[in-house]
T-cell receptor, first 116, second 110 residues
Framework: GAVVSQHPSRVICKSGTSVKIECRSL??????MFWYRQFPKQSLMLMAT?????????EQGVEKDKFLINHASLTLSTLTVTSAHPEDSSFYIC????????????FGNGTRLTVT | EDQVTQSPEALRLQEGESSSLNCSYT??????LFWYRQDPGKGPEFLFT???AGEEKEKERLKATLTKKESFLHITAPKPEDSATYLC???????????FGTGTRLQVFP
């Protein structure tokens, strides 16, 4: 079945540094990818929709200058958390829609970001 | 406003004790309702998509049903390996994104 690969799975960084998270669709092309954030025991909150070859669409309340999204190819989207602070610590999950596979949204295994 | 509410928040079952999880939704023009399973520290794993009221889908011990206001995920004779958080999400007719509920944390004890 369709696979979405997310890397790294865990990252610890110091406050003020930037972190890049990669999301790849391994066996299908994804013109659209989605980035979610999940706090402990809470639901997935959509942060932004990543569109290949164009600017991402951010949800209300999400700082686009803080969370930089690049979707340069049909199989890769990246999320960069710039100038990270402890409150950015969270579980970030990407997803991509496999249109040929019944338009199912498949998820990566997430990235646990800890900012110290 | 589109909204998804799942209940119960947590459910403890004995192995073999069947039960149901509920997902109530309000959405402007349902395009699809999705069930996912999420294990700790992992991303959600797709289970089912339901598109219209009356539709049912089954996979092993799981069966998902849909009405105009809610969906149920029935678990028949669960096993410990069914322990996970089950997430429900809806897609409204005018958008490509999913709105998730907060999930039901299921624990099945041997």
């Amino acid at each position: 079945g369709a696979v979405v690969s997310q890397h790294p799975s865990r990252v610890i960084c110091k406050s003020g540094t930037s972190v890049k998270i990669e999301c790849r669709s391994l066996d299908f092309q994804a013109t659209t990818m989605f980035w979610y954030r999940q706090f402990p025991k809470q639901s997935l909150m959509l942060m932004a929709t990543s569109n290949e070859g164009s600017k991402a669409t951010y949800e209300q309340g999400v700082e686009k200058d803080k969370f930089l999204i690049n979707h340069a190819s049909l199989t890769l989207s990246t999320l960069t958390v710039t100038s990270a602070h402890p409150e950015d610590s969270s579980f970030y999950i990407c997803s991509a829609r496999d249109w040929q596979g019944g338009s199912v949204l498949h998820f990566g295994n997430g990235t646990r970001l800890t900012v110290t | 406003e589109d909204q998804v509410t799942q209940s119960p928040e947590a459910l403890r079952l004995q192995e073999g004790e069947s039960s149901s999880l509920n997902c109530s939704y309000t959405v402007s023009g349902l395009r699809g309702l999705f069930w996912y399973r999420q294990d700790p520290g992992k991303g959600p794993e797709f289970l089912f998509t339901l598109y219209s009221a009356g539709e049912e889908k089954e996979k092993e011990r799981l069966k998902a049903t849909l009405t105009k206001k809610e969906s149920f995920l029935h678990i028949t004779a669960p096993k410990p390996e069914d322990s996970a958080t089950y997430l429900c999400a809806v897609q409204a007719g005018n958008t490509d994104k999913l709105i998730f509920g907060t999930g039901t944390r299921l624990q099945v004890f041997p």
